[in-house]
Every structure is written in C-alpha cells, then in structure tokens.
C-alpha cells in the first residue's frame, strides 16, 4: 500500500478477503431451499410472483452489494487509516517541548499545538515525563515533568502571547530540568524568527545532552507586521516588514480604524520580490488622519499587525500668544482670529489664560504644545524667553507673525529665524511708487514646495530681512521682488519660523486666502508634540497605567493581569510585564507597539548539535481512521439490502394504500435531515434583501403587513390584505401585487407604501432596532397601520384599563417619533379619498381611526375638506380591519363582522380603499372635490 | 410444517360410483326434486304436454290440408260427419345430458383441509347426476367416450366406460354436441378464462345449457401458505418460488377470485349456470344448485 497514503492497523485480517469468493458461493446458495408445495393455480400465481425470484439466480446485483458489504466490513476490521502519520517513537527517559507561544505564533497557533500533542501522543505510550515550556511565557512557569494527560490540559490552556520569545531564559530553564533526565528528546518547536540571545541559548539547551532533537519551524513563514507610521502633511505612510524567508513578491491592504474599529482608510503595501520591507500610502485628509487610531493588515490575526497611534501622530497642540489682550468687541481684527480659523480643524489650540506674557508662555509651555503661534510679539521677559529658547532646542517649533511691534523690536538671534531690518516695508501707499506685491513660486525645498502660489494674493507691507548668504535657503516663500514672505530655521531639534506679515488682513490679504490654511498646516505637521499630557497630568508622569493591550490575535483586549504600568521611552521593552497596547488612561495614552521602527524579522537558524536533528512539520494530524466510515457504509449498505429483499419479496409493491404514507415519511425523513444540515440557510437568506427580492417587492404596488410570529394573525393579515387588494382591484385603478409580510427586523421597508400592524399582545416585543427602522420608515413617508384588534376586548372595563394590545402598542410607540395624534375629523382627505365615507370600521364598529393631527391645517368652513400637506405617518384603529377584509381561496369571508353585518365589511373594504389611496395620492384629492365647482365654473 | 396440498391418484371410479351414489341418496330434497322433475317436466318418457312426436295420445284435431293420410284417425272421424280428426300425439324426445368430469393432473389435488381430490368430487358430481338423469330416463353421454344413451342403470354404465378411458389432460371436443341438450361440466376451470371460453365456444350457439360446477379446494381459495416455498404446478411442472408467500396471498386471492367472477359472469350472460363447489363441503350442495339450475331453466322456457 505505498502508492496509497493508507496504512492498515491490522493487516492480517487483510486475508479475509479471500474469503470473498467462498461468501459469494454462500450468497449463491441462499436463500435456503424452500418448501415445496404442489399448488394448481400456478398461473395465476405467477402473475403475482416475480419470476426472478427462482432459488438459483438471487439477482447479480443483488450479490454484488452483499460481496461489497463483507468486503467493507473486513476491510473495516482491518483497521484503516488514511494519511498515517509517521508514528516515530519518542526516544530517551524523557521528552522535552520547548514551544514558542510568542506573538508571530497566533496565526497557526492550533497546529503547533497539534504538533506538541502528537509528540505528547507519543510520549504517553512509553509514559514518559514531560518538560513543556513556553518561551513567551513568564520565565517562573511550571514545566515540569508532567505526564502525559498533564502535559496535554497544560499544552491546551497554553495560547500565544503578543510578546516576543525570551528564549535564553526558557532554553535555560528546560536546561536546568533535562539535568535530572539525562538523553530526553528535546522538541524545539520554534516560530522560525530569529531574536536576540539565541546562539547563548541554544548553546545552552543543546549543553543538557538530549539524545535527540526534534526541531519544528514553521514551513512558510508569511506574516507581516507594522514597525513604524508617519503622519506626514500630505499623506499617512506606514512600514511593514515581513520574514527573510518570504521572498515571493506579495501585496496587503493596510487600514486604518479609528477609535471605535471603524475602518476609514486602506492602502495597499506591495512587497518586491526579496524585499522585507515596504511602505504604505494613505492619502486621505487631515481630518480623517487624525481619527486614526490604529493600523492593521487586512488578513494578518497577530499582535504584529496591529499598530498604535498615539498622541504623538495625530492632533498637535499649538499654543496662541498675542501680545495684546483679544478685543472681543472687533473680534475680526483680533491677531489670532484667522490663526485660531485657521487651525482649529487641525490642532488642538490652547492659549495662556494670563495675559501676562511671564506667565503666559511658562503657562503654555507646560502643556507642552507642538508649536506656539506668537502674533506680533516684540520682546519677550528674559525668565520666559530662556524656557522658550529652551523649549525650542527640544523640538519645539516657534512660529511667529511679523506686525508693528516686532518690527520696531530688536534683533533676536534665537526666536527670529533671520535678522531683521527695523521698520517695515510698505509697498503700494500712496506714497509709494511700487505695487503690492504677489506670492512668487514657492521655492524647492521649502515645505510648501507643493502648493501652488495664490494669484489674488498681495502684500502691502512686511518686514525686511537683512540680506545675508543663506537667506535663500531660510525663505520658505517669497515674494515677486524676491523678498522673503516666509523665513524659517532650525535651532537645534526645533525650529523658528516668521511670517513676515501680520496674521490678520492688515499688511496682505494672505491670511485671508485658503493658502494661508495649507501653509499653517503644513507648518503643524513639521512640529511634534513635546510629551504627552497624561504624562503630566499624572503623579507618577514617568509611569503610565495599562489602558488597553493587543492581544496575541491582533484585537484590543481590556489588560491582563500580567500587564504592569510602563514607563515611555525609546528603551521600553515590549514583554509580558508590559504587552503591546496602548498605557494611558481615557485622557491621553502611548502606544507600545511591538516592533521597533528598525525590527527586522530574521530566519532562525538551525542550531548545530552533536545529536540528530530531526525535522517535525507544523500540520494537523491529518491522519484519518476510515474504520468508522467503511462500517458506516457496510451499515448503508445493509440497510439498501434490506429494502432490496423487502423490494424483492413485494412488501413495497404488496400495500399500495400505505405508499401515501411511507412515501410522505420518506419525504419527511428527507426534509428533516435537510433541515439539520442546513440549519441557517433560509434565516441566512432573509437577513439582506436580495436584489431579485427587491425587484419583485416593487415591481408591483405591494400592501405589506408586519408578521407578527403568530400564525394565526399573520394568516388573517395576509388574508386581509388579500381581500383589500381584490376589492382594490375590483373597484379602484389600483390593482396591488401579492401581499408582502415583512419582518421587521430584516426586511426592506422603504418599497411598501402602507404596513399593517395587527399588535398581538403574545408576540414578542420588537427589538429597539426594528422600532428604529419603523421609525426610518415613518419619517421617510411611510405608513403604519397599527390595528390592536381589541374594541370589545377593550373598553368594557373601567376607562383606565387598556387592553394587552393597546399597552403593547404603548410600549411600541413609547419609542417611535410620534407625532399628535387625532381622530380623523370629518374633512379630513381620508374621508373622501374615494369613497365618501365617515367612519372606518372594521371587523368591529366604534373604534376611531387615530391619525396624525395637522396642526397647520386651515379649515375653512366653505371648503368641504381642509387643505394640507403630507400624509400622516401613523394610523391606529382598534376595529381589526385585516379581520373584516380577510377572505379565503374562494373570495368569501373568513370572520364574521361584529355585528354580523354585511354592510360593515363593505364599508372597511371602503375604508381601506380610502386608506390606500390617501397613501398613493396623498392630498390630491382635498383639491379634486372641488372638480365639480370648477367644472360647473368652466361650463359657464 | 406439513405440506397443505398432495397429488392423489385417479380415484377409482367404482368407488366413486359408491360415493355418487350414496351422495344422491344423502340428499333427499334432490330426490324429491328429481322425482318431480322426473314426473313433470324434464324426463324423458313423459309428455311435453305439446303435440310432437310420441307415444301418447295428445289431442284430436281437424284435419287441415297437408296433414298425412296417414294419421287421420279414423275412428274419431267416424263419429263426427263432415269433419276428419287427426290424432296428435303428446312430443315425447328423451333429453340428453351431456356430462363430463376433468380428470386432468390438477384436479388430483387434494391439500389437507379437503376430504377428497377435486377428480374425485368432479367424478361424484357427474356420475351422481347421471344417476339421478338416468332414473328420470334421460340420456346421458360423456364427450368424446360414448354416445347419448338411456339406461336405468346409466349412471353405472358410465361409470364403466370411465373406468376403462385412459385419464387425460385433454379437453373434449364440444363441437360434436348438438342443439337442445344440457351439458354439465365439473371441473377447476384453473385455465385462463379465454382458454375456458374458446374450449367452450362451441356451446354457445344452439341453445345448449351449460351447467359448470367449478370443484375448488379451499386452500386454493384461501392460500395459506407462507414463508418461502416453492409452488409445483401438477399439470404443466413448472417451478416458482415465492420469498414470502404470506405477502402475495391478498394479491392472489384477488386474482383467484377475480377469474371465477369473470366466469362467473360470461355464463350468466349466456344464460348458463355455474357453480362451485369446495371440496371440503358436501358434493349433494352442488348437485342441488345444479338441478335448480336445469328446472329454473326449464321452466323459464325458451
């Protein structure tokens, strides 16, 4: 059996197949020899009995099904068993599984533990003691020995952990406990990934002397994950990286979810063959960028594919000075005013609440603001100046507004990225000869490289730098003249930009103009936050308490328990004291994602030891015991023989008055098993509106009702819409398509123009989600006929008591956006919509129609109907009208009215006609029964 | 389980004869009908009581022109002047009876619930009816073994000449039967009814009445049989076998019934009488029926 991937665990019981030709001598023989009766009427009957039937020929196939029944239950009993594995003992006193549970683990997470338990499999037939260790594990784990079942519940509550291994310490660990177990199998089931410390720690493990080594590393390793994200001015890039040993070119969709997991942007990162690294674009606006809250890898189910975004990658904080208090009264002429219009989408602004400009800028410097937007401040007081300087050379980036008082200042080396000219420049004055000048193009180089210069923009007036070598290289714009309109430069890590106009429309109409906009913004984006707030906020501003973690699968979990608070920083180690996630709290959080912006994921190398290494393959036990199956089928086909020999003896053919029946149980017995195996398939099909369904819902006008789960009032809805739809199409231009029975939770409302509500006090109460959607359905112009059926249920009792249904109902629009209501007055358009009718009965007499009252309505008292727009949304009747229309197969009605009165039901058919139409027609016809006024008008 | 049904050898027809007789004489309400039939109607030395040829006299008559010569009685005229009498006598033809007993290899089934094979009750029936025919003087014959003849002791005269036949499977030729006489047939009538009535045709023509006694054995009716069994026909050796014979018995009956009701119903429309009987009952119920048959007949006239 080597050409087949089947191996027998008992092939001597093979032979037995050789018996085959003796059973079919037997099979041949049987039936035994019958009774031998002389019986004249033979003729007649061998017009009953088969002639086949004759002891020495049982029909071949019949024979052949018997042949292939012994043969499958010898085949059975030989043991069978498709894809064997190769069952290779465990060798030494002792078996040891080292197995990496790290983060690039979770993705074939269960078949490495198949792996394992084989091994345990193995292991337990020579009751050996098991070490089981997990790398990512806390290194004071239990691991052993175990036996086997202990080994097995351990392996089975193991689960990967979005940490990376710490192989020394395990590897040691394992090392210690061989010591005692001289020769024991060593299974090394690694994630393939190379990590620091791995040569000490083979070295070490391979030192305890196994007496073999089983070495599991995964096939293909094709897991990505993020290491870095940068929010850029234009767009969001991020960076994945994959293993070395996948080579193949390959592409993923990134995406971007906000807060709530909604994804809100995707970009595609392709991967050139060899390459291990590759980039991502996401070119969406800045508002959007700022909603991101992480990043994924569509497909990928770890901790690596999951990145972070924290404070630092999204909103800055700008910080507004002015040098003056704001005057509230002229609000346009405030400094800040197109700053603050300018940004507020983008940043968030805080501003000093102290005027005091000492106070002011330690004020705002201790929110650690990204940039501060000074307008027009001249000299600053020497304590805040030094903490500005200082705050600058650690990344901040002063962004300051020219003005009369700057100008008039002197030169500050530090705070100004160019020295200036004192006084300023006015071009195009009365006095002046020249004209106001335009934006040139912006230069290369400069961060607003990529805009285009705005023509309708001019300056008046600026301020002048002194010329100097590097004066080109500092203007960031400039105008037509070549005097620079923006000069920035950099001090240390931050930098000092100016604006060398004012930041209101005085000296240009920049600020103004959209490009003003784009040319803040991009100069936000160039800043970084300094520091998080909760990091101030909190006492212990260096530790931050575990907010929310990755977990191994690459979702967001509550923290564990093992999660410690973090302390930020380049040097914070991702373990399981501190998991990948987000350390915070609601107010601000750091993300801690796993991989560093430089990781890289290398091929683990196999170490060299002096024992045997032999390979064990990550893969599911896929071998398959066909014993069950083959006795299943010897049992299917004993079965088939059964109903053969009773075919044959007549039994089927002999009562052709239980055929019916065995025939119905059959199809019963059919249905029910289809039943079982397809438990979802009609639920799964009622949740999305097929596009067939939606078409065949309007292609014709459709009265729906709502099913209420009781049969028996859904039948008389349908039945009652049924008999509307004959008298609609009896009598009216209308003829409706089948009743439609929605659900209201699934279904597609918006194609039906009127839903009939019977309110059955037993059905369950609908969900909030439905009361929704009905309530999407009556604000879109759609129509609830709400019946509660219960007139003389209702009503004998004292006034306060309500009946079930009417309280059902209560609860129902306790929810719903419903409008006044009022019984409908005598000139109201329902009354005359076709019929010229007062009241609307239905089963029941007596109980009003309730509609929306229109207050607006003008109700002149020459006008016999009362204009108004709209239809009312809502109707409820107490009169069970579905009950009055219903009618059977054959048109008759099904209930009885309350009286029994026939006049009654053709009324609330009329009633219903009238309802109908208000619903198509709305209004038209509060205009149309003043026709034979005007008609008698035109005849004149 | 015992076998239900066996094959019997010819039954020795003194025997019968015996039995036949004994089973006329156990049935006294047939003598006294057959006494009165035998003084009535059908016998055949006794008047018509219409002119015809015979021995008594019947009536005088005025002699019409065409009438012989010869049978002007004289001395009748004589006593009237002007007018001549003929003598008419009283029509007096022996009535023959033509009986016959199937004595195939299926009527020599006998099962166990019967007391006598069906050769041996079809011989009875025939050699009783002849006893009692030959008694009222009517002729009696057996197709294709002797011709009409009337004896006193006819019923053992034919007993003789059925003793010293050869049994046979084959049916005798009804073609050599003539108009005006009774024919009586005791058999199974196991063969499909068109055979029946193709072998039969013959007598359909020529105001023949046709007694068919069907002798049935009750295990044929009832087919008790179940289990596995192989079913042997006597007659043509053929071979079946029937898995469970319980679950065709409803089947069979139906068809078993059905093609005696279809028997049945052909001689009714031909005016014939059939009759069965089973041969765990007593032989006399069919010879009563069978007589009623042939008084009924006669007196319903032709």
Known sequence: MNFLPLSFGAPMVLWGLIALPVIWWLLRLTPPSPQRETFPPLAILARIVRREETPQNSPWWLTLLRLALAALVILALADPVFNPRERTAVSGQALAIVLDNDWSSAPDWDRRVATAERLIADARGSGLPIVLALTADRPNQDIGPFDADTAIQRLNAAEPRPVPPDRPVIYERVADALETMPGATLALLTNGLAAPGDDAAFEQIVAADPSEIRWGAPDRTSLLAFTDSTNEPERFTVTAIRPESDTAPRQATAYASDERGRRIAEALITFGAGETAATGEMRVPFELRNDFASIGISGEHHAGALHLLDENSRRRRIGLLAQSAEDEAQPLLSPLYYIRRALSPYADLIEAESADRSEAIPELLDQQPAAIIMADVGTLPDAAREQLVEWIHNGGTLIRFAGPRLAAAEHDEELLPVRLRVGERSLGGTLSWSEPQPVAEFPVGSPFSDLTPPRDVTVNRQVLAEPSADIVERAWASLADGTPLVTGATREAGRVILFHITPEATWSNLPISGTFVEMLRRIVQLSQNQGSVAGEQEETATRLAPYRMISATGTMVPPGPEAEPLTPGPDATVDLAHPPGLYGSEDGVVAHNLLASDATLETLARPEAPVTITEAHYAFDSAQPLRGALLAAALGLLALDTLAVLWLGGLLRRSSRRRPASAASAILIAFLAFGLLSPDRALAQQTQTSEAEAIDAISATRIAYVITGNSSVDAISRAGIMGLSRFLTDKTALEPGEPAGVDIDTDELSFYPLIYWPIDANAPMPSEEAIARIDAYMQEGGTVLFDTRDQYSAGFDSSDSVSPETQRLRDILANLDVPPLEPVPEDHVLTKAFYITSEFPGRYNGSPLWVAADMNAASPSDRPVRSGDGVSPIMITGNDMAGAWAIDSDGQPLLPTVPSNSMQRVYSLRAGVNIMMYMLTGNYKSDQVHVPALLERLGQ | ?302
């Open chain 2, 1 to 302: 389980m015992a076998r239900i049904g066996e094959v019997t050898p010819h039954v020795t027809v003194q025997d019968a004869l015996v039995r036949a007789r004994t089973r006329a004489a156990l049935v006294p309400d047939l003598m006294v009908e057959a006494r009165r039939v035998v003084n009535t109607v059908i016998a055949g030395w006794h008047g018509r009581r219409r002119r015809g040829i015979g021995e008594n006299f019947w009536q005088f008559r005025p002699y019409v022109e065409g009438d012989a010569i010869s049978r002007i009685d004289w001395r009748r005229s004589a006593r009237e002047e002007g007018h001549l009498y003929v003598r008419d006598q009283e029509w007096e033809a022996a009535h023959t009876v033509w009986l016959w007993a199937d004595r195939s290899p299926s009527m020599l089934y006998r099962s166990n619930r019967a007391e006598v094979s069906k050769e041996s009750r079809a011989i009875v029936h025939v050699l009783a009816l002849a006893e009692l025919l030959s008694r009222s003087g009517e002729r009696i014959a057996w197709p294709g073994l002797t011709d009409p003849f009337a004896a006193r002791n006819g019923a053992e005269r034919l007993a003789q000449y059925v003793a010293h036949a050869e049994p046979s499977a084959e049916r005798p030729d009804m073609k050599q039967i003539r108009r005006f006489c009774d024919v009586v047939i005791s058999s199974d009538f196991l063969d499909p009814p068109d055979e029946i009535k193709l072998w039969l045709d013959p007598l359909t023509r020529g105001g023949i009445r046709v007694h068919l006694i069907e002798v049935a054995d009750p295990t044929e009716e009832t087919f008790p049989y179940t289990g596995r069994i192989e079913f042997h026909d006597p007659e043509t050796g053929e071979r079946l076998t029937a898995g469970r014979a319980e679950t065709v018995a409803e089947e069979y009956r139906n068809l078993y019934a059905a093609r005696r009701e279809e028997l049945r119903r052909w001689c009714k429309s031909l005016g014939w009488s059939y009759t069965v009987n089973h041969t765990d009952r007593l032989a006399s119920e069919a010879l009563i029926q069978v007589h009623t048959a042939m008084t009924s007949d006669m007196e319903i006239g032709r």
